[in-house]
């Protein structure tokens, strides 16, 4: 049989294409803000992970315009060889700082951190508890590091429990050691639900367990000063290390891991996707590093992000659009459409009406309970969110009966 057997077969997409609302791949003229040009369209964007609005900020471009001045556009290496810039060296400083801890490191980008910590730190002999509702990049990183993985409901922190339980009197029984490990996501990506943080550090104690927390979504949005899901719970203590990326509050490119020096020296030396990988270039080091020196200095934006998703939240429940309501805390909000074609079409017909918003469908959700997932920036204004929640309700009620 060809291989390609299966790229022949799948026509998903191209029905999509022929009947008029394939949603994807949508070509961006335009810097990425609160309003947008997308293939000759205005939009206002409530789609994006530019959560606080610093991707357009003249700080954070000056630095990366600077950056490949002096350094030029790349490195042409790894960080283990030729690839390490003093810039690198600086931003991990400040992460660490920022974070709460004594050493981090950074990644190409935010999936290849998880893929490059997970597989360097767990191997046969460990055993992965994860959230079945972690993001692809952590699940992607376990079937690298050939731990064993137990996934428990999501957020059912009893269910948890009783397979940490269960794990453990079997090895017990057999005489066998293994390392075990939670990992989670601080923010879900595609609900916005909070990891339960405090019940995870709480059975971390109890049956002596390491904890991760992946905060790409968190880190920037949650606690009073954007450090993250540990800081929101008062937890930065407890967690043993901390993963974030530079593609969304920090307004750039990239990813970091955060934890002890023991580990961040062992990751640096072990991690086949950190050694094997050119270094993330100049500009979007420096980018990054002016972001989150804004937001050392301007720790408001993370009250504004607050504010302004909370405004859309009533504006929602004042129009009677169905969303899942998970928190008061995070930038996202998924709003039902329960079918795949309906949400396709929404999409397509909200961005025709200059609303950009995200299709969520299976396997990301379950059958059934398709998503609209919209996502907001701390520089959004009220008279958009306005706009926008009308053409959504205006939308969705033409679109409530239309079936598969």
């Known amino acids: 049989m060809d291989i390609f057997k299966k790229c022949d077969d799948y026509i998903t997409a191209d029905i999509a294409k022929e009947q008029g609302y394939y949603p994807y791949f949508h070509e961006l003229t335009s810097k990425q803000d609160t309003e947008v040009v997308m293939e000759g369209r205005h939009v206002v964007m409530i789609g994006s992970n530019n959560y606080l609005g610093l ?6 471009v000056k630095a990366s315009l600077n950056a490949t001045k002096k350094y030029g556009s790349g490195v042409s290496g790894s960080r283990f060889l030729n690839g390490t810039l003093n ?12 974070v709460g801890m004594e050493d981090a490191t950074i990644f190409a980008s935010g999936f290849q951190s998880n893929l490059g910590i997970i597989s360097a730190i767990a191997g046969r002999n460990d055993i992965i508890f994860s959230d079945k509702e972690n993001h692809a990049s952590i699940y992607d ?7 064993e993985v137990v996934r428990y409901n999501h957020n059912d922190m009893a269910d948890l429990e009783a397979k940490i339980m269960k794990t453990k009197a079997q090895l017990a ?15 879900f990506s595609m609900t916005g639900d909070l ?11 109890k049956y002596n367990l390491r904890v991760m927390v992946d905060d790409a979504h968190g880190f920037g949005v949650m606690g009073a000063t954007g450090k993250g899901t540990p800081e929101h719970f008062d937890l930065m203590k407890d967690v043993d290390i901390v993963m974030g990326t530079f593609s969304k509050s920090l307004a750039s490119l990239g990813g970091y891991v955060a934890s002890s020096n023991r580990v961040i020296n062992f990751i640096r030396h072990n991690s086949r996707p950190y050694i094997f990988s050119a270094a993330i270039p100049p500009a979007n080091t420096a ?15 993370v009250k504004n992000l607050r504010d302004i998703t909370n405004y859309m939240r009533q504006a929602l429940k004042k129009h009677g659009v169905d969303f899942k309501e998970t928190n008061d805390q995070t930038p996202i909000i998924p709003i039902y459409t329960y079918l795949p074609k309906r949400t396709m079409v929404a999409c397509n017909m909200l961005f025709e009406r200059g609303v950009y918003v995200n299709p969520v469908l299976p ?16 520089t959004h204004t009220k008279k958009q969110i306005d706009f926008a929640v009308g053409i959504i309700a205006e939308v969705l009620e033409q679109l409530k009966d239309l079936q598969e």
């Open 141 to 147: 990183g376990i079937k690298l590091s050939y731990a």
């Open 195 to 205: 990891c339960d943080l405090p019940k995870i550090i709480e059975l971390k104690k």
């Open 173 to 187: 029984e057999k005489n066998i050691q293994k390392g075990m490990i939670i990992i989670t996501d601080g923010v």
């Open 363 to 378: 396997p990301a959700t379950p059958m059934g309970e398709c998503l609209i997932r919209t996502s907001y920036t701390a």
């Open 287 to 301: 980018a990054a590093l002016a972001a989150l020196k804004i937001l050392k200095k301007e720790p408001q934006r």
């Open 87 to 98: 810039l690198h060296v600086e931003l991990e400083k400040q992460l660490a700082a920022f």
């Open 55 to 60: 991707t357009s900020h003249k700080d954070v």
